[in-house]
């Protein structure tokens, strides 16, 4: 088991910044690839940017390409995205999730933390 908790969320005007964290405990070394969705009202659950344990193979979703920036501290076991230059159609729900290999698709997940708000305001 992996055990995955969010936090760093909430409420930003446009073209501000947060940095949300993801702090993960237990079965770590089981998943070798840390993710982040988010999940407007309303929609699916969108893959938003993927890392390995190393720090190797970020990926990201084309619409948070230069804005965002995903990282690890493997000392803390933590998982960062960077937000910047944030706008009103960021507001969702971010959720931290981990999988055994590379992947865009939510299902290829197999934990996932409760999920923190991000209201970005115009």
């Known amino acids: 088991q992996v055990q995955l908790v969010e936090s760093g969320g909430g409420l930003v005007q446009a073209g501000g910044s947060l940095r949300l964290s993801c702090a993960a405990s237990?079965?770590?070394?089981?998943?070798?690839?840390m993710g982040w969705f988010r999940q407007a009202p309303g929609k699916e659950r969108e893959f938003v940017a993927r890392?390995?344990?190393?720090?190797?193979?970020?990926y990201y979703t084309s619409s948070v390409k230069g804005r965002f920036t995903i990282s690890i501290d493997n000392a803390k076991i933590t998982v960062y995205l960077q937000m910047n230059s944030l706008k009103p159609e960021d507001t969702a729900v971010y959720y931290c999730a981990a999988a055994t290999f590379d992947s865009t698709y939510r299902g290829d997940y197999t934990y996932w933390g409760k999920g923190t708000q991000v209201t970005v305001s115009s």
């Open positions: 237990g079965r770590t070394f089981s998943s070798a690839v």
């Open positions: 890392i390995r344990w190393n720090g190797a193979r970020t």
